[in-house]
């Protein structure tokens, strides 16, 4: 149990200290712009291409993992989904940003820092895949519902753009091509460079956590609606059970793989939840709720799978 608290209190800590200065110092939100565009923009995608590229390429196209945790994923969302459809009577709007908050892991600022800290860089690649593929499918899912919904006065072919132009122009689905690309022409960068995104690497992790703390704390958190409970019971204990009992059934993942999706599958909703309802004007206030205290809520859960995981007591 040392062990396990040593890899959880770090991790949490961070989130705590960026939480704690965003309460209790009073400094403008704008500035906090800028740290979000250091990390979604530079650190995180630098880190992953780095470390995709130096992957030999045979790892990267496994596509029985991919379509094993994106599924999980997709089913974990229509679980949620449908709590959201019988909470909110019938309002598909409401029922999607559910969805999402049962489905939608903060993998970008959580997720690296996690299984990195736990597993080291062997866990790296289904890290990015995961990231890449779970970010896709939710850039799909969401616009598409919500025309369905008729919040968004488009057409489908104006949905299926902006669906187009979000996947590939996120800066981690970028950086992942890119990662991919050189791993498959076998490019390294030179020295300087190299040396370059070594640092933004090294600060990825921490300025991720220590500015989703403070993400957390100047959102404002809305009435808790009774369906919450479910929606994060399903988030952080159903997902990741699922997505292990799947990988087992299946068979012949590398063991470091399989702990890789455990852990990004148990990480409470991403901030990501908020904004998406923000976006649409749909279920604002509450879904702010779902992060605050998922998060929250997860410094349990997720330190209890490590520990599983660890301890050898889910037998990956």
Known sequence: MQDVIT?????????????????????PEAG?????????????????????????????????????TTFTTYIVFAISFCIGVVATRGS?????????????????????????AVLGEQATVPTA????????????????????AGTENETFAATLKQIVYKIFTH?????????????????RPPTAIETMLLYLSNAA?????????VNIALRPVGRIPIELPLVLSVKL????????LLLSWMGGFDPSWVATAVLMSCLPPATNVFVIAQQYGVYVQRASSFVLIGTAISIITVTAFIWAITSGFLPI
């Open 32 to 68: 906090l712009s800028w740290m979000n565009f250091f990390v979604v923009y530079l650190a995180l995608p630098a880190l992953f291409f780095r470390l995709l590229s130096e992957t030999p390429f045979e790892q990267l196209a496994n596509l029985s993992y991919i379509a094993a």
């Open 129 to 148: 895949l995961i990231l890449t593929f779970d970010n896709a499918l939710m850039f799909i899912l969401a616009p598409l519902l919500m025309a369905l």
């Open 237 to 244: 204990v159903l997902h990741p059970i699922l997505i292990f």
């Open 205 to 213: 992790a921490p300025c991720a956590l220590f500015a989703m703390g």
């Open 7 to 27: 890899l959880a209190l770090p991790f949490f800590g961070l989130i705590l200290l960026g939480y704690g200065a965003g309460k209790f110092k009073n400094l």
């Open 92 to 116: 598909i709007g409401e029922s999607t940003i559910l969805g999402i908050a049962g489905a939608y892991s903060n993998v970008g600022y959580m997720g690296p820092g996690l299984t990195l």
């Open 171 to 187: 800066p981690f689905i970028l950086a992942t091509i890119a990662g991919v690309f050189a791993a498959a022409v076998e490019f």
